[in-house]
């Protein structure tokens, strides 16, 4: 049994017992963690999610927190003089998949639904204040405008150039 989950904007095919190390997690070390956003699975049958699998949950405990291997950064342009050399290393967090499962966390819905009251209408209108809108600006008259163009030197148009034939001496 594997799936394809995402984690920390990257998307890894797991198993469980499986070590991965990924981009760095907020939580502490031995923590565990749970990433619902599953987007194959294969359990003998694949299921495709669009775009995600609903129901289906990994859990993961972090192992550790640590920085990767040093990446150098070089760039030259030949026959420039130019070189620059730069370098990182990443943090990463190691995490092992403790399982894959595709039933729902019931705790979690029912939590959500007890935590956020229902807002009744009349209390929501007394809440936001109607806000009048600016009264607009007068547009100026059509008349003046087209006075002012007129007023402007008409642009003269450069006199036509006559072709002159050129005939050719006859031999």
């Known amino acids: 049994m594997y799936a394809i989950v995402e984690i920390a904007g990257q998307q890894f095919k797991v198993a469980k017992d499986q070590k991965v190390f990924v981009h760095r997690l907020e939580e502490k070390e031995g923590s565990k963690i749970t990433f619902d956003k599953v987007l194959l699975l294969d359990d003998g049958k694949v299921t495709i999610g669009a775009p995600v699998i609903e129901n289906a949950v990994v859990t993961a405990t972090v192992l550790g927190h640590l920085k990767g291997d040093k990446v150098i950064v070089f760039k030259k342009k030949r026959r420039k003089g130019f070189k620059k050399r730069n370098g990182h290393r990443q943090y990463l967090s190691q995490i092992q998949i403790e399982g894959i499962s595709t039933e729902a966390p019931v705790k979690k819905a029912a939590a959500k639904s007890e935590e956020a009251p229902a807002v009744s209408k009349p209390e929501a209108k007394k809440e936001a204040p109607v806000k009048k809108a600016a009264p607009a600006k007068k547009a100026a008259p059509a008349k003046k405008e087209a006075v002012k163009k007129e007023a402007k030197a008409p ?12 005939e050719s001496p006859k031999k």
């Open 155 to 166: 642009v003269k148009a450069a006199p036509a150039k006559k072709a002159a034939k050129k």
